[in-house]
């Protein structure tokens, strides 16, 4: 499969739309951090040399830099969910018509879904990352920029939310209490800051535009 981060909008969206197992929720999700992360650079960027905005330039910088290295992660995540889910499908096509075939054809499964697991599982910690840098930059940012910084955290907080979702749901398949103990609690943590921060992000932009009334 090409990259899918190489083709147009509409052909990834057609991908999507089409009669396969892959790509799916997991490469939307990436793809969703990664929109939420460009909105974040484009407000930085269209405050950073705006009069009135010196005092925050430096802050607004170190969120740049942070957002661009976050966009770019969560971009390539769309195709390495593809090719992690690609991984499972060919496990288990795996023969098991013997005993040792079926033993192969278990530990492959197994391997598999732990990295169909932590796919999602980076990219709910990137754009938990991205929703921490839409809160650093919620009162520095040019008003005009408001909007587009509550659409980000929007954005990420769905990518966030199926990301979680997909890391839970594959730790059965690898038969790993350990591992499955640890990556659950790491991932209801996610989930909780993740949804207390899109709501102050929220909350900041409303009161800023009440207070330009």
């Given at each position: ?126 754009c938990l990352e991205v929703l921490r ?81």
């Amino acid at each position: 499969m090409s990259q899918l981060r190489e083709t147009t909008l509409s052909a990834f969206i057609e991908q999507l739309a089409a009669r396969s197992a892959y790509p799916a929720g997991g490469s939307s999700a990436a793809l969703a951090g990664a929109l939420g992360g460009a909105l974040v650079s484009m407000a930085c960027r269209l405050t950073i040399g705006k009069e009135g905005y010196e005092e925050a330039e430096e802050e607004l910088n170190s969120v740049l830099s942070a957002s661009e290295t976050l966009r770019i992660d969560l971009l390539s995540a769309v195709d390495k969910d593809a090719e992690a889910y690609q991984k499972v499908l060919k496990a288990r096509s795996l023969p098991e018509d013997t005993e040792d075939e079926q033993k192969i054809r278990a530990v492959a499964v197994r391997a598999a879904f732990r990295e169909a697991c932590e796919s999602p599982r980076q990219i709910a910690r990137d754009c938990l990352e991205v929703l921490r840098l839409c809160l650093r930059v919620s009162g520095l940012v040019n008003v005009s920029t408001i909007c587009d910084l509550g659409a980000a955290a929007i954005h990420v907080l769905g990518g966030m939310e199926i990301s979680v979702m997909n890391a839970q749901v594959n730790l059965p398949f690898v038969s790993n209490d350990e591992y499955s103990d640890e990556v659950w609690t790491e991932m209801e943590g996610i989930q909780e800051e993740g949804r207390i921060l899109k709501s102050a992000v929220i909350w900041e932009i409303l009161g800023e535009l009440r207070a330009e009334d």
